[in-house]
């Protein structure tokens, strides 16, 4: 059977149409940090819900007669913050009043203590202030039925606070997905295990990990296994419980890549192998029902790619969150670039210079060279055959 090889444009436009969004959970405002708001929500009472003081000072009650001399007022009490006076403020009288202390009735102004002189029991003021200094109003921020945050809006800090602030405990949300990780390769070493002949340390799983972290998933590592189909097979029915299943390694068609035949025992469609793209040609991508599988190649660096490519936007998508991407950033080559047949994911290093940014193709473009992958903080998107001169102007996705 002849295997289709997708283009970029056709393999992401697949993933996308196969990326739902989870269903909205309500969940504590503590839980919903960077996750999508399922609904509207609107204040169920006015911010401020009563009038207070904006500074620490006195609450005034002036009489009618105005004067050109000092003012003299009797304090009669005081009123510190969560606390209410529901006495009247008479004419001629004033109240001590800390911060977002209420403003008992009769106030007029409230004056900053910097601005009064204390005399026994009353104070002075050597000028009248004007009728609503440093009150904070009933509803001056927002009235009730204000939309505080609309569906679809990324919940940050700020918006938590000001739910809590107006009486919420919980939203709904669209929840980050579980993402289930799996390193295959007899090849592998796992963490603090001896490096021997022939072996290598397994940088893949901790790769995804953090890669699925920075895109809002929650990574559920599964056991490194080598490649025995038993253990694969076992592994990759324990990772289909997940929402999303990335797998690396063992996609290709070695002898020893078995964990194709292993997806699709357990029920896994193929929707596409292979995408005419450099590094990560051997690509896999299937589905469960809603749940999605990506077979990702074993290089480290391929790993990076395709999952910065295909598997972050779906990540995006199942969390509500698929936006159009940041627009690339202008920068001017500082080298002779020339590529090959494929679509060439290129691994750069920008840089500010003379006001300009140089971009810097790195030396080692090969899928295994994790070194310069670490150097990298861009991805030049170099189309095939294409010949791109030194000084060329490119635009760069910036990573990292």
């Not at 627009?327 to 500010?352: D, I, M, Q, W």
Request: hydrophobic share 40%; net charge positive; proline share 7%.
């Amino acid at each position: 059977m002849e295997i289709v090889v997708l283009t970029y444009n056709e393999a992401l436009d697949a993933i996308l149409r196969h990326a739902r969004s989870l269903k909205p959970k309500t969940l504590s405002l503590t839980e919903c940090l960077g996750l999508t708001l399922a609904k509207d929500l609107q204040s169920p009472e006015p911010f401020p819900s009563f009038d207070n003081s904006a500074v620490d000072g006195y609450a005034v009650a002036l009489k009618e007669e105005k004067t050109k001399e000092q003012i003299k007022l009797k304090v009669q009490g005081e009123i510190r913050a969560g606390e209410h006076l529901r006495k009247s403020l008479k004419p001629g009288r004033a109240v001590r009043i800390f911060t977002g202390a209420p403003i008992p009735p009769g106030t007029q102004a409230v004056v900053m203590q910097e601005h009064t002189e204390r005399v026994n029991g009353s104070i002075l003021l050597h000028k009248s202030p004007s009728p609503g200094d440093n009150i904070r109003y009933r509803g001056e921020d927002f009235l009730k039925g204000r939309v505080l945050a609309r569906k679809g809006t990324t919940l940050g800090p700020a918006h938590l606070a000001v739910l809590t602030a107006v009486g919420y405990k919980k939203a709904a949300v669209y929840p980050a997905p579980t993402v289930g990780i799996l390193a295959t390769g007899s090849e592998l070493l796992g963490k603090g295990e001896k490096l021997r002949p022939g072996k290598i340390r397994d940088s893949n799983s901790v790769l995804l990990e953090s890669l699925v972290k920075q895109a809002g998933g929650i990574p559920s590592p599964l056991k490194m296994v080598g490649d025995e189909p038993k253990e694969i097979l076992s592994c990759v029915r324990r990772g289909l419980k997940n929402d999303l299943l990335v797998i690396s390694g063992g996609v290709s068609v070695g002898k020893y890549d078995f964990v194709k035949e292993a997806l699709r025992r357990e029920g896994v469609k193929e929707i596409f192998w292979k995408v005419d793209i450099k590094p990560g040609k051997p690509l896999f991508f299937g589905r469960k029902g809603g749940m999605l599988v990506f077979g990702l190649p074993g290089n480290p660096v391929s790993v990076f790619v395709t999952f910065e490519e295909f598997v972050k936007p779906a990540l995006l998508q199942m969390r509500c969150q698929r936006k159009k991407a940041p627009a690339p950033v202008s920068g001017y080559l500082t080298e002779r670039f020339k590529n090959g047949s494929r679509l060439h994911f290129v691994r750069v290093r920008c840089l500010p210079k003379k006001g300009k940014l140089a971009v810097i193709p790195l030396k080692g473009q090969g899928s295994h060279m994790i070194g310069e992958l670490a150097s990298a903080n861009g991805l030049l998107r170099v189309e095939p055959d294409a010949l791109l001169k030194r000084n060329e102007r490119v635009f760069v996705k910036l990573i990292g």
